[in-house]
């Protein structure tokens, strides 16, 4: 989503903003802007609709230099994407902002402002965080003071990157409810909405809290929490790694993700699985007294990582003998719950800053939970800071927005995180053991799965010109259902709906035709043969099937089926190794129709703002 660069130095900072936004870019965004002070103290702007590079060009055509300078990539969400609501956002060509999230209250503060004299040029809610800092400046004089009484009067999320003209040796940021990192340099100091901005400049952060405020000049760092007293923040040392600019060869990051797989399972498996399973401690310091007392497991996410929670549910209380509940976590923040004794809260995500899963979790500790842990993919994110336990997916960077490699890791965790609460719920030993052999075999099972490629490129072409789909699983397979057709919307913008196939009849049968492809996974479990009396049902109204299927579930192709054999595997695994031909189908649609694989339209990766 929005991504925030700053930095206040000796030198030209537009190159570091710049790399900085480039290095941000992939998670999608529809406009680009930078604000600068030069050591003249004169304020210079440059926007741009469109990627970083309409941007760079622009400031090569005209170039404007700066020590201090914000920049910010935009995902509107308030007013369109136009020039004119591209950050930064001025106030009388003096105060300069950026700013990640939604100021909620804008409409009254901008009826405010307007009548107080203050002329807007945009339609958007940042604007207001500009005006009333300039209006709080003109009553005390002071910047820091001025967007600690701003910062009051706004309801919503910021984070938020303050410039004043006329006091160019600092730069103010606020941060509550979006991310906001401060990278540590020689006598030069940056910010960042997310660390990896940063790398080629620092590899040391302070991570701000909820209501931080900071003042920070070449040399300084001062912390004000929310009360307006100092504080001290940890200064972190990170050794991320990230090379957003390597395909490795590939056409596109999602598919290199999807291939990346095999490897990516393999590294979080290393380590963390023995031959007679697994060590709690791979959740955390802690982990095996806290989940001794689990009965319950609470899980919230959005998106695909939602779907890796609804599949999780399935394992936990086949396996581990704890009950379990999945809630999208924007329906879980707004509404009262019942929290079960001895529960655990789980949260899902990649980037570990989705806002939603962030606020819910916020609240979920509040409300009495026994532990929370969160199955995340970056080290130092906000849900990793903010849980008790936090189990690491070592999926690498995920550039493509649609994600891949981050939920079949995420999937890998909770067969772990099965077997850890199982441990003290009486899980049989041969699930322990299935579970295990299962893990085991998992990275050869995906790299066979992988050779599927030219068979479902050839069926890619069969789909392209649809524009409707129907996701078919039982059991376990259907929230891997539920991720195919996410995927093909993703990235292919076929409109795609997934159903429990026992639901067919109470509905959905109504749209079969022939023009209403349906993709069914169906591995060889103990659905199978009620999975193929739904099938029975499609065929019988003229439907056409894709059928992703085990050998031995002996599906045979004709004019109404085609039939991909995916490769034999241990049941518990099968929900892992099913998504990956769905994932090659939605790519190999998605290139057939040139649409944008990893930027897709509307969309964005990290999703802060709720
Ligand atoms: N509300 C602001 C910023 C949006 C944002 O943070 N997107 O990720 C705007 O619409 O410009």
């Not at 941007?55 to 007013?79: E, F, S, Y």
């Not at 090379?243 to 963390?272: C, F, W």
């Not at 509940?325 to 995500?349: C, D, G, M, Q």
């Not at 196939?501 to 199978?528: R, T, Y």
Request: aromatic share 6%.
């Amino acid at each position: 989503m929005c991504g925030i660069v700053g930095a206040i130095a000796e030198r030209n900072v537009v190159p570091i903003l710049l790399e900085g936004l480039r290095r941000l870019e992939y998670r999608g965004y529809d406009s680009a802007g930078v604000a600068l002070l030069d050591g003249q103290g004169n304020l210079q702007r440059t926007r741009r609709i469109g990627k970083v590079k309409e941007l760079a060009d622009a400031l090569q055509d005209n170039p404007i230099k700066g020590v201090t300078g914000i920049a910010h990539t935009r995902w509107a969400t308030h007013g369109g994407v136009t020039e004119a609501n591209a950050h930064p956002h001025f106030s009388s060509e003096r105060i300069a902002v950026v700013h990640n999230g939604i100021i909620e209250n804008y409409e009254s503060l901008r009826t405010d402002l307007t009548t107080k004299g203050y002329g807007f040029t945009s339609d958007t809610d940042t604007e207001t965080i500009a005006h009333q800092v300039h209006f709080e400046l003109d009553n005390c004089d002071d910047l820091l003071t001025a967007v600690q009484n701003a910062v009051k009067k706004f309801h919503g999320a910021y984070g938020t990157v303050i410039l004043d003209k006329n006091d160019p040796d600092r730069v103010i940021v606020a941060r509550s409810g979006s991310p906001l990192v401060i990278g540590l340099g020689l006598g030069e100091n940056f910010i960042a909405s997310d660390q990896m901005a940063l790398f080629p400049v620092t590899r040391r952060f302070m991570f701000l809290e909820e209501g931080d405020v900071a003042e920070i000049t070449r040399t300084s760092i001062k912390v004000f929490d929310s009360a307006g007293l100092p504080v001290e923040r940890e200064v972190k040392e990170s050794n991320l790694e990230h090379d957003a600019g390597d395909k490795a060869g590939y056409r596109h990051y999602m598919l290199k993700e999807i291939h990346e797989q095999p490897t990516v399972i393999r590294n979080t498996l290393s380590g963390r699985l023995q031959d007679n399973g697994i060590s709690a401690n791979i959740f955390g310091h802690g982990a095996d007294e806290l989940l001794a007392k689990i009965k319950h497991v609470q899980i919230i996410a959005c998106g695909t990582s939602y779907h890796s929670g609804m599949t999780a549910r399935y394992w936990l209380e086949q396996y581990a003998n704890v009950s379990c509940n999945v809630e999208i976590a924007s329906e879980f923040r707004y509404r009262k719950s019942y929290v079960h004794p001895n529960s655990l809260i789980v949260t899902i995500s990649q980037s570990g800053e989705t806002a939603d899963t962030l606020a819910a979790l916020r609240l979920a500790k509040e409300q009495g939970y026994a532990a929370s842990l969160t199955i995340c993919n970056v080290p130092g994110s906000s849900l990793v800071r903010e849980s008790d336990l936090a189990f690491m997916t070592l999926a690498g960077a995920e550039i493509g927005v649609a994600s891949t490699k981050a939920f079949t890791t995420q999937l890998t965790g909770f067969l772990m995180l099965t077997m850890a609460l199982g441990k003290h719920n009486n899980m049989s030993q041969d699930d322990h053991q299935h579970i295990i052999k299962a893990l085991h075999s998992l990275p050869a099972k995906l790299e066979e799965t992988l050779q599927l490629t030219d068979g479902i490129k050839a069926l890619a072409e069969e789909f392209a010109d649809m524009h409707h789909s129907l996701f078919l699983g039982r059991g376990d397979q259907y929230p891997i259902a539920m991720e195919g057709a996410l995927k093909l919307k993703e990235i292919s913008y076929i409109h795609a709906e997934a159903y429990a196939s026992g639901e067919l009849k109470h509905g959905p049968l109504a749209l079969i035709d022939d023009e209403m492809p349906v993709i069914v996974v169906a591995p060889n479990n103990e659905l199978l043969e009620k999975l193929k009396s739904n099938v029975e049902e499609v065929r019988a109204r003229g439907g056409i099937m894709y059928v992703f299927a085990d050998k031995e579930a002996n599906f045979k192709s004709d004019e109404t089926m085609r039939v991909i054999n995916v490769p034999h595997c241990e049941s518990a695994i099968a929900p892992i190794v099913y998504t990956l031909p769905l994932q090659l189908l939605s790519y190999y649609v998605a290139v057939i129709k040139g649409t944008d694989v990893d930027q897709p339209r509307n969309l964005a990766k990290s999703v802060t703002v709720e």
